[in-house]
């Protein structure tokens, strides 16, 4: 069944209608899975395979277009009618004769949808080339537009019933990156305890399991830390070497990331711990700027002012919009804490903050997750923010 309320689902179809009247947009065609859980529940390992939601402004109903294998598992996360979850034959599944967005053209016609001005995510990482160029074969008395990112800005704002999933989240990740610095140390190889850390991100805590994270555990050792998306070896760890931790815990692909830095040994560099402490200042001044009305560029400001008064700048933004995700991101790619970003903070706004200082041959990494309130924010997790130091 789906895992929130038909009234829910409902609700947030009908802001994604508001935005597609704005864009002149008669149907949209949602290929995102995040998006299509968003909409109608589908929770399904999938989206390697083409599957859609259509969404039109005469259905009351969206319609869940995928793989026939995959329309009972439609059936058991949605809360979609039997008429709208339809499954294409499995021959059209990585077959050079037909490609699956044939058959949602089908969908299309016999709803009456074919001469429509028809909404496409052209960025999403699951609609391909191919997928488009059948779409527009098939449909030739169709209008086409742009609509990346329609219902990505309509998911920007949770509810109270994603936001309690997202702090469940953060009680999860809390246990994540103990287990995390508990297991990290000399002599043990890397993979092993990336093993422990994966299996307490999925048993979760006593009250309520976790759900696979949208990016694996990102741990850089030693000089690989002045950059972040490495993830592991089989190598021992040595002594005397700084781990990056960016992770993350999932409840029902809701997520709560968290990001610290481990240095193995009794003798960090002076550099090391001077730049962790203004990092950390410079995350709790930013923190303490968040409230609903300020402006995303604001936030950042306060944390550029903070990092200039010891010499450093950061080119790279400094936190993004996120929550409910699949693989290979758990951002919204949608609003940004950086130069040029205006868009308004409101409450229930979800954001990763990741202050990560990447050198030449080093680096430092330290983040929150945390939701907009009326007057500040709420982190979903509650962790010391510094630079840990096991001997």
């Known amino acids: ?90 021959h059209y ?6 490609h699956p967005m044939d058959f949602v053209a089908d969908i299309i016609q016999q709803r009456g949808w074919d001469k429509k001005r028809i909404g496409l995510e052209m960025d999403a990482y699951y609609f391909t080339a191919r997928a488009h160029e059948a779409l527009r074969k098939d449909l030739p008395n169709a209008t086409f537009a ?4 329609l219902v990505s800005w309509v998911r920007c704002i949770k509810s109270d019933a994603e936001i309690e999933y997202m702090k469940q989240a953060g009680k999860i990740m809390e246990k994540v990156m103990q287990t995390a610095i508990d297991v990290v140390a000399p002599g043990v190889r890397e993979c092993d305890a990336v093993a422990a850390i994966c299996q307490a991100q999925i048993a979760g805590t006593s009250e309520y399991g976790g759900d696979y994270t949208a990016i694996v555990p990102m741990m850089p050792v030693g000089e690989k830390t002045s950059t972040p998306h490495l993830t592991w070896t089989d190598e021992p760890y040595p002594d005397e070497v700084a781990v ?12 709560s990331p968290l990001a610290r830095t481990l240095y193995l040994g009794s003798n960090p560099p002076r550099k090391l711990t ?17 409230r609903s009305g300020v402006v995303c560029e604001e936030v950042e400001l306060v944390w550029r002012k903070i990092i200039a008064k010891a010499g450093l700048e950061k080119e790279s933004r400094i936190g993004y919009s996120m929550g409910l995700n699949y693989p290979p991101d758990w951002g919204e790619h949608t609003a ?8 308004v903070l409101q409450p229930n706004m979800t954001f990763h903050m990741i202050l990560g200082m990447w050198m030449d041959d080093w680096g430092f990494e330290c983040s929150e997750s945390f ?19 096991k001997s």
């Open 1 to 90: 069944m789906a895992l929130f309320s038909t009234e829910e689902y409902l609700g947030r179809i009908d802001r994604t209608k508001e935005r597609m009247a704005v864009a002149g947009i008669d149907v949209l065609i949602v290929a995102d899975p995040a998006n299509m859980n968003y909409l109608t529940g589908y929770d399904g390992w999938s989206f390697y395979v083409h599957q859609v939601v259509i969404v039109a402004m005469d259905a009351v109903e969206p319609v869940w277009v995928g793989r026939g294998m995959d329309a009972n598992g439609a059936r058991h996360t949605t809360f979609l009618k039997t008429d709208n979850i339809i499954g294409y034959p499995d």
């Open 244 to 255: 990056n931790l960016e992770l993350a815990a999932c409840r029902h692909r809701y997520h």
């Open 336 to 343: 940004s804490l950086r130069p040029g970003d205006k868009t």
């Open 371 to 389: 939701r907009v309130t009326e007057n500040g924010c709420e982190t979903f997790a509650d962790f010391p923010r510094r630079l840990f130091v």
């Open 146 to 149: 742009d609509a990346n990112l």
């Open 274 to 290: 001077d730049t962790a402490e203004v990092v950390v200042e410079g995350l709790d001044a930013a923190l303490n700027a968040i």
């Open 93 to 98: 599944v990585q077959s050079l004769e037909r």
